[in-house]
T-cell receptor
Framework: QKEVEQNSGPLSVPEGAIASLNCTYS??????FFWYRQYSGKSPELIMF????GDKEDGRFTAQLNKASQYVSLLIRDSQPSDSATYLC??????????FGQGTELSVKP | NAGVTQTPKFQVLKTGQSMTLQCAQD?????MYWYRQDPGMGLRLIYY???????DKGEVPNGYNVSRLNKREFSLRLESAAPSQTSVYFC???????????FGPGTRLTVL
C-alpha cells in the first residue's frame, strides 16, 4: 500500500515566522514530490516540486527532500496571513500517478 | 484563456441517477486527470488520460467511466450514483511530465 502521511494540523504560526510542513512516504521508488496550496473551498494550486535530494528554493518557499529518510518538507519563510490554507503533499512513483497526503492546515496569526 | 473549466459547479442527485461531469482545457495539454476529494482528505485519482484516445484507471475507478472526447475535453460519467460518491471532483490538465499541473474549479456533488 503506497502511503503519504501528513500531520493534519492545524499548524498555527505567528505572522513573520517560519512555517514548517512535513510529509513522509512509504514507497522507496518514489521519483518526484509535489506541494500544493488549497484555500478553503477552492482547487489545489501546485506551488513547488522537487526531484533530487537537498533543498529547492522559490521565493519564500523552500522544499527539502531526504530520500534516505523518505521525508519531504516545505518551509514558508516570513509567513503571512494570506498563506493560511491547507497544504497537500503528493508523491509520484511511475511518472504518471500521484499519491496525495491528507493535507496540513496552516493558520498564520497576525 | 480560461485554463481548465468544469461543469456543473454543483449537482444533487438521487441514488441510482446518472450524470456526466464535463472538463475542458485550452492549454493544448496531452494529459488530463479526474480526482475526487472527500472532507479532510487529499485527492484520489479516479481515471487519467495520457493522450487523446487513451484512458487508464487510477486508485478509485469503480462506479465511474470516462471519455477523452478530443484533446480538449475529458468527461467523467456516473452511471448509477451512490451516496459514497458524494464528493468534490476536480479535473486537472498536466504537462511537462508532472511539472505543470492546473486544476479546474471543481464540481461539488451530493448523492442522496
Amino acid at each position: 500500500q503506497k502511503e503519504v502521511e501528513q500531520n493534519s494540523g492545524p499548524l498555527s504560526v505567528p505572522e513573520g515566522a517560519i512555517a514548517s510542513l512535513n510529509c513522509t512516504y512509504s514507497d522507496r521508488g518514489s521519483q518526484s514530490f509535489f506541494w500544493y496550496r488549497q484555500y478553503s473551498g477552492k482547487s489545489p494550486e501546485l506551488i513547488m516540486f522537487i526531484y533530487s535530494n537537498g533543498d529547492k528554493e522559490d521565493g519564500r518557499f523552500t522544499a527539502q527532500l531526504n530520500k534516505a529518510s523518505q521525508y519531504v518538507s516545505l518551509l514558508i519563510r516570513d509567513s503571512q496571513p494570506s498563506d493560511s490554507a491547507t497544504y497537500l503533499c503528493a508523491v509520484n512513483v511511475d511518472g504518471r500517478k500521484l499519491i496525495f497526503g491528507q493535507g496540513t492546515e496552516l493558520s498564520v496569526k497576525p | 484563456n480560461a485554463g481548465v473549466t468544469q461543469t456543473p459547479k454543483f449537482q444533487v442527485l438521487k441514488t441510482g441517477q446518472s450524470m456526466t461531469l464535463q472538463c475542458a482545457q485550452d492549454m493544448n495539454h496531452n494529459s488530463m486527470y479526474w480526482y475526487r476529494q472527500d472532507p479532510g482528505m487529499g485527492l484520489r485519482l479516479i481515471y487519467y488520460s495520457a493522450s487523446e484516445g487513451t484512458t487508464d484507471k487510477g486508485e478509485v475507478p469503480n462506479g465511474y467511466n470516462v471519455s477523452r472526447l478530443n484533446k480538449r475535453e475529458f468527461s467523467l460519467r456516473l452511471e448509477s450514483a451512490a451516496p459514497s460518491q458524494t464528493s468534490v471532483y476536480f479535473c486537472a490538465s498536466i504537462a511537462r511530465g508532472l511539472a505543470e499541473q492546473f486544476f479546474g474549479p471543481g464540481t461539488r456533488l451530493t448523492v442522496l
